[in-house]
């Protein structure tokens, strides 16, 4: 299944970071009917203090479901794993600018493994220094917490820069998805939406809820009602 193009109806992404690393596979076959992507949080205990899994997750999930695999890279020197996720069935590969020494380089380099391709910018990085990279891109994740842990609550100061990278898709007519990550749930699911977020990635408002399909359920319900500030 692809990603798919933006269409003003607002994506729910789960974030298997939440989910039961022993029973990963079961976790999401269970809710695989009700979203609309997976995300895997890829961490290497040097860009961020975390540790996660690789490719191999990637190709195992593959297995599991038909749903796109969204692969966001929290690592330092992304540029030399893009295709070992890339052959493990990556369907997006999300880099972080902040990573990047050369960013239109390593986004061509996406582009060419025939994935769709991520930037990510971290809540103290400013929206400007995304913006000349913005025509590579597939996607914008605006990180709404520090990547390296779930489970954080959401930085509001982010929404004003979600809403400024809106408007400026809208006003350049970008065919991007504009995604959030981290701290997302039914309390700022529809703040991260009215700020003009289309995908949200959510782990612990998913996978920590005692009854995963129907938190998506839920935040859909939501944000249903909340206008996508973009006429796309
Ligand atoms: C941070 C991770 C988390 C995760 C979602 O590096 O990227 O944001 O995906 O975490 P929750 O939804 O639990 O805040």
């Given amino acids: 299944m692809k ?44 860009f961020v203090p975390n540790l ?25 020197k992304p540029w030399k794993f893009l295709s070992s996720f890339a052959s493990a069935g990556a369907d997006l590969l999300t880099v972080h600018l902040e990573a990047c020494p050369r960013p239109g380089i390593i986004l061509e380099s996406i582009r060419k493994l025939g994935v769709k391709v991520g930037l990510a910018i971290k809540p103290r990085t400013p929206l400007s220094r995304a913006l000349p990279y913005l025509s590579f891109l597939d996607l914008l994740l605006v990180m709404t917490v520090e990547p390296g842990f779930g489970g954080q609550r959401l930085v509001r100061e982010t929404l004003s820069k979600i809403q400024k990278a809106r408007e400026i898709i809208l006003r350049k007519k970008l065919p991007l998805w504009l995604q959030v990550d981290g701290g997302i749930n039914h309390r700022t699911a529809p703040l991260a939406v009215s700020a003009g977020a289309d995908s949200l990635v959510a782990g612990s408002a998913i996978f920590r809820s005692k009854n995963p399909v129907g938190a998506i359920r839920s935040l859909r319900r939501i944000v249903n009602g909340v206008h996508v500030t973009s006429d796309i």
């Fill in 3 to 46: 990603l798919g193009k933006p269409n003003g109806r607002v994506r729910i992404v789960p974030s298997v970071l939440a989910a039961d690393f022993a029973h990963m596979g079961d976790s999401v076959r269970q809710i695989e009917k009700e979203a609309d992507w997976i995300q895997l949080d890829v961490m290497d205990g040097h």
């Fill in 52 to 76: 996660t899994f690789g490719p191999d997750m990637v190709s195992a999930l593959k297995k599991e479901t038909d749903l796109p695999i969204d692969v966001h890279l929290m690592i330092a």
